[in-house]
């Protein structure tokens, strides 16, 4: 089963940019790939939805904000986020996601912390 490991979260101001990196254990090519975002108390939230072919899909929060994006070669999937504001602050996660309300294929990895705050 494919894991992912998250990293490049950390502290920005808002209006501030991040971009955050998940790297799979194998190959994800042939797979749709999703971020998403868990605030405490709270479930994880579907955020932005990578197609194999590269399409993209994302929640209207951060339409226009954020940019998801992927490199098949390196098993890598990014996030870039722009004009962060504080309600992002979240701990962010890649999956592969089921659709339907369903549980994500994959187990969650660690993920990886955003804060954002002045």
């Known amino acids: 089963q494919v894991q992912f490991v998250e990293s490049g979260g950390g502290w920005v101001q808002p209006g501030g940019s991040l971009r955050i990196s998940c790297t799979a254990s194998?190959?994800?090519?042939?797979?749709?790939v999703a971020w998403y975002r868990q605030t405490p108390g709270s479930q994880h939230n579907l955020l932005a939805v990578?197609?194999?072919?590269?399409?993209?899909n994302y929640v209207d929060s951060v339409m226009g904000r954020f940019t998801i994006s992927r490199d098949n070669a390196q098993n890598t999937v990014y996030l870039q986020m722009n004009n962060l504001k504080p309600e992002d602050t979240a701990v962010y996660y890649c999956n592969l996601p089921a659709g339907g309300g369903a549980a994500p294929y994959a187990n969650w990895g660690q993920g990886t912390q955003v804060t954002v705050s002045s």
């Open positions: 990578i197609g194999v072919g590269g399409t993209a």
């Open positions: 194998g190959a994800i090519d042939r797979k749709i």
